[in-house]
């Protein structure tokens, strides 16, 4: 049994492939060169009768990167990784491996994690028989990666003698919680509430000249009693949100702002 602690400094930087420039202006925080610190606890257990030709035994491995950007919040994530192996030997010159594979990654700073993050399956040492990182593509055919990710698969090692082996396998996998989905997701989410507080206000505003503004901070901000802080937190939200409508819209949340507060 194995406790391990490693800690680790990266930098790394996104690019645009086959992309025009104003989507690169759109999203220039997520292609703007990055660092970050991790530090990942891990605990193995190792019960295999040989390291690089296991005939039986099992063998399992679980850690979390603890990861912290320093510049930005977008590597602020756990990622988990847990790994399970077993191998018996059914008769002489045939063995059985199989193995299980887990990935999750966890943001905690409230961004969408990069592209460069996620977890990808397909290739040699996840889902054979699919390309490098291709079990999951769009319709271009680029790889999509999730935040998270499974794989099993099953094989037979059948030793042919003088050194070689024929080994028929049966490999499956999935990735989940895609980047595109999520944030769609998001965006979907956000307009939803961005038109809803819209199409209240655009009924309100016109008599709101003329009405008393603590009243209609209650309806807005809600129960007096709300500590003083949120309050100010979603009166300047709002004031935010409110730019593109207007300098009426302004003089509204003016006057919020100056009861709330």
Request: glycine content about 10%.
């Amino acid at each position: 049994n194995t406790i391990g602690l490693a800690t680790r400094f990266e930098q790394r930087q996104q690019y645009l492939r086959d992309e025009s420039a104003s989507d690169a202006d759109q999203e220039s925080d997520a292609y703007d060169p990055r660092t970050l610190v991790a530090i990942t606890p891990s605990v193995q257990y190792d019960g295999r009768d040989s390291f690089i030709h296991p005939q039986r035994g099992q063998f399992a491995a679980f850690s979390v990167d603890i990861s912290k950007g320093l510049d930005n919040t977008l590597d602020d994530f756990l990622k988990y990784r847990l790994d399970l192996r077993a191998y018996h030997t059914v008769m002489k010159g045939v063995t059985l491996a199989g193995r299980a594979w887990v990935g999750y990654l966890e943001p905690y700073g409230g961004d969408v994690p990069p592209l460069d993050q996620l977890f990808f399956l397909g290739g040699t040492n996840s889902v054979r028989g699919f390309e490098e990182n291709l079990l999951r593509f769009d319709a271009d055919g680029d790889a999509v990666g999730g935040q998270l990710a499974m794989t099993a698969g099953l094989e037979a090692r059948i030793d042919i003698g003088h050194g070689f082996e024929l080994i028929p396998f049966v490999d499956t996998g999935s990735v989940q919680q895609a980047l595109t989905e999520s944030l769609l997701r998001r965006m979907a989410k956000s307009g939803e509430s961005a038109l809803a507080f819209i199409e209240n206000l655009h009924s309100r505003i016109l008599p709101a000249f003329h009405a008393d503004f603590r009243q209609l901070a209650q309806e807005v901000v809600g129960n007096e009693e709300r500590s003083q802080v949120k309050s100010k937190r979603l009166v300047d939200s709002l004031a935010d949100q409110l730019e593109a409508i207007g300098a009426s819209a302004n003089v509204v949340v003016t006057g919020i702002a100056q009861r709330s507060g």
